[in-house]
C-alpha cells in the first residue's frame, strides 16, 4: 500500500485545542464490523463490553519534556526532550540549530551540541525537569502549555513516567468509568509503553513496507499474555485501548521486540542490566499497577518494539479497538486501518467530519469492534 492511500482533508475547526469538559462526556463513534456507524457518548462503553472480555490499557506518564533557555545573547531556545543516551546527556529535536550553552533556571543549564543536550543541574534531574518544563503539546494544538494540561494531557491511570506524549485514547476514561467495566465482568490490565517520536515520525517513503519505525520502551506483566490466550479461546474478545497498548502487545505476541539488556534510561523506570540478564525481571511487592490486588511478585517482560502495523497484518491479541482519530498519513492511522480495513475506516472519518467529530489528541474517540 501508499502512504498517498491514508490521506484525507480535515476542517481546522475540527482539531480539538482542549479536551471534553468531563473526560467519558467525549464522544464516541462506534464502528462494527458491517460497517454500521453508531453515535454515542464514551460513558457508554459499557454497554460494548461482557463479562470475560480482557480491557488492555497503557499505564505510562507523560513528563513536560518541553524546555526553554536563554542563549548567552539573551536569545530563547526552546528543544524537546527525546530520549537519555548517556549520563546527564539527552537526545532532542528543536526547530532551529543551536550550538552552545543554555540557562534554563538558576542551577539548571545545559550544553547544546549536534542535536543533544548535555546538563548541568542541583538536586534530581527530574524533579528539575516537572519544575521548570512544559508538556509536550503536539504542534497541530496551536496554544502554549497551561498548567492545567500536566493534568488534561495524561491518563487518570499514568503511573509509570517515561513519555513525551500521551496515549490519547486512554484519556477518555474515569476512575469511576472503569470501576464500571470490572462491574461487568471485564478484566482490566495495564501495560506500559513509553511513547516517542516513533509513534508520530513522517512516513517519507510512498511505499509502507519500506518506512522503519523507532523502537520504543514496554513492560508487560509475563501472565497477560497467557490471560489474553485464555480470552480468546473461550470466546470473549481482548479490547485494547490506543494503538500505543496495540504495538505493545502486538509487538511482543508477533516476536517482533528485543529485550532489555542494558542500561535503560532512568524515564524507562527500569534497572541497569547486563548483558547475561534475563528478559524477565521482577515487579516488588509494592508495585500495584500490574499486580493490583498486591500479591506475589510475578515477572515483567520489558524491550523494546519497533513493529509496523499496517493493512495486512494479521492480529495475535487485538479483537477491538479503542481509539482516537488520527492524522493524515500517520502510522496510528494505518494500525488502526489495519483493523478494521482501509475502506470502513476511510468511511467513517467522513462520517465523523460530517458530524463535526473534534479530531486528534484532545479530541473525541471511536470503537472498532
Not at 128 to 139: A, E, F, K, S, T
Amino acid at each position: 500500500m501508499k502512504a498517498a492511500d491514508f490521506d484525507f482533508l480535515l476542517p481546522e475547526g475540527l482539531i480539538s485545542k482542549k479536551p471534553s469538559d468531563k473526560r467519558d462526556l467525549s464522544r464516541l463513534l462506534v464502528l462494527h464490523k458491517n460497517g454500521k456507524a453508531e453515535h454515542r457518548i464514551f460513558g457508554n462503553l459499557p454497554d460494548y463490553l461482557t463479562e470475560g472480555d480482557l480491557l488492555l490499557l497503557n499505564n505510562t506518564k507523560v513528563f513536560p519534556a518541553r524546555l526553554t533557555g536563554t542563549k548567552p545573547t539573551g536569545g530563547r531556545f526552546e528543544f524537546l526532550l527525546v530520549k537519555e543516551i548517556g549520563v546527564d546527556k539527552w537526545e532532542i529535536l528543536s526547530r532551529g540549530k543551536y550550538r552552545g550553552e543554555i540557562s534554563i533556571a538558576e542551577g539548571f543549564s545545559a550544553d547544546i551540541k549536534n542535536g543533544t543536550a548535555r546538563f548541568s543541574y542541583s538536586g534530581d534531574f527530574m524533579e528539575n525537569v516537572w519544575r521548570y518544563g512544559n508538556m509536550p503539546l503536539p504542534p497541530y494544538i496551536k496554544r502554549k502549555p497551561e498548567p492545567a494540561d500536566r493534568e488534561w494531557y495524561q491518563t487518570a491511570y499514568a503511573e509509570k513516567e517515561g513519555s513525551i506524549a500521551a496515549p490519547t485514547a486512554g484519556m477518555h476514561f474515569t476512575g469511576d468509568l472503569i470501576d464500571r467495566i470490572k462491574d461487568h465482568g471485564v478484566k482490566v490490565r495495564y501495560l506500559t509503553l513509553h511513547v516517542g517520536i516513533g509513534t508520530f515520525k513522517p512516513i517519507k517513503t510512498e511505499n509502507l513496507n519500506e518506512h522503519s519505525m523507532d523502537a520504543e520502551y514496554f513492560e508487560i506483566g509475563e501472565e497477560i499474555p497467557e490471560e489474553i490466550k485464555k480470552t480468546k479461546a473461550s470466546g470473549k474478545r481482548v479490547f485494547s485501548v490506543g494503538t500505543t497498548t496495540t504495538r505493545a502487545i502486538e509487538g511482543y505476541m508477533s516476536g517482533r521486540w528485543q529485550p532489555v539488556n542494558e542500561k535503560v534510561s532512568r524515564c524507562q523506570g527500569v534497572k541497569v542490566q547486563s548483558d547475561k540478564a534475563s528478559k524477565h525481571q521482577s515487579i516488588k511487592d509494592s508495585d500495584t499497577s500490574l499486580n493490583p490486588r498486591n500479591l506475589e511478585p510475578y515477572q515483567l517482560i520489558s524491550g523494546y518494539t519497533n513493529i509496523f502495523i499496517y493493512p495486512g497484518y494479521e492480529f495475535k491479541a487485538v479483537d477491538a479497538l479503542i481509539t482516537n482519530f488520527h492524522l493524515p498519513r500517520s502510522t496510528p492511522l494505518m494500525l488502526t486501518s489495519a483493523l478494521c480495513g482501509a475502506e470502513k475506516l476511510s468511511g467513517a472519518y467522513s462520517i465523523a467530519v460530517s458530524k463535526e467529530y473534534r479530531f486528534f489528541s484532545y479530541g473525541d474517540a471511536m470503537l472498532i469492534l
